[in-house]
């Protein structure tokens, strides 16, 4: 099996080149899936033995290409309407690219990663800013401690991260000697609305399931229970965690509301904002508003494979204090003490890729005011799709969309507003989603949802379907069509 340096140059970029244009015309695929095989058919094509004979390059190539491709999902296709990780901004790609190829490795910097380094300071700083948080001048960055934030693969492994930092607030040394009284190690979460990352850091950090789930309203916290729950339970809670976008609905929580109540009870609990979606809000003046507050929380989670179109996996989790996340530091001869090595600084990761290479790339080349019209548009995407739901008599809107997410329901045609029948308006929309996915044409997303709006019945567990508004593609007659399927899907569907 060759190396690069064993093949003759011209045909190594020969095949790569065709893989990227494969890469390419996968993307610009209109379909969300080109070959639909049961799970248990694609177990049997693809979960083979370690062959005995060398395939080959090519050979494999062509397996990948005509066998494995076809089966995967495309999210940038304009029929994916379920999130909007298209992962096709070209900025990005290059950037992702070109890292492939780089072979950096950040836990150090001298040796392993002198200029990604640097670069990945710059896009933390960026984030940073956009949410809020002071900044150093770049003279004063003379350490990792003083950038003010990681890199991590997702939303999960910054927010926890975030969550060891407030157990090493509210317990310092903590890290070093264990956990020594889990009482006062309770977070308080939004009901129902909350990520399974932030219980399953508290699990994965020795804390146990410590979660305090506080009622919200209109997907937000109650702000009245979460002062009672904070005051009740005074000295036990190490951290309020607040969802500048909730994995659901995306709403944007009252954060300098939550902060001001948090702080009033108790100054020591840590404040973390999970904006993975809210991230979004940050980009454009026209919805800068709605993270008013969030410089005060004490650190904030962005997810920008979520919402800024790069390629998978690169999340960051922000501190106020840059100093803070010494707490949180490894200290090891095999990784570098140099300044700028942040194996230091980054829980559970060691190798660590130069993934904000695609993040660097995807800022620089738009700049601000390409990000604010990114969001311009996704804006005005969201309003069509708000339009066309409230205009069709089968469709509700379950939330008043903040950014870009819709979550919506077909009723039956005899719905009855005073006494709906929950059951029936569930299993008619599994049914359509199951349908939806069976078919692979379109995709929505569809999760299970507390009705905290009452647009149905207030407190009802709802099954409903979700679309986003970030896949640029997505024209005004994808819209109408993807409409037209899930209502006539409905209208076949509530016959039988
Ligand atoms: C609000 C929120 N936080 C955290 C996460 C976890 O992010 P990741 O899947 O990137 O780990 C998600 C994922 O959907 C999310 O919606």
Redesign the pocket.
Known sequence: MPLLHEVDRADAITLLSRLLAVGVDFKLGDQVTRKRLTPSEMRDLLVTDLPEEPAGVDAVVRELVDTVLPMCNNEASPRFLGFGHTGADLAALAGGLLALFAQQNLINQSFAAPSATLTEIAVIRWLRELIGYDNPTVAEVTTVWDVGGVTT?????S?TTAMMLARENIAPGTLHRGVTDATKMHIVVPAGIG?Y?VKSALEWIGCGDRIIEVPTTGYRFDLSALEQALRERRGEVMAVVA?A???RTHTVENLRAVHDVTRAVDPRIWLHA?A??GLMCALTPVLGSKLAGIEDFDSV?V?P??VMDIPY?M?ALLVREAGALRSISSYSDLIMQEDFAFGQVTPFIGTKEWSSAKLWAMMRAHGRPGLADIMRRRLITTRTFTGLVDDHPRLLRLNIPDMTAVVFMYVPADHDPGRPDIDRINDLSKRIHARILEEGRWHFHQFSILDDTGRIRRGATLHPLRFMANNQRITESHMRDALAYVTGLGRELEQR
């Open positions: 693969y997702g939303g999960t492994g927010n990520h990352s969802y976008g909730d994995s999970d993975c979606w989670t997810d494979h979520k996996a999340s």
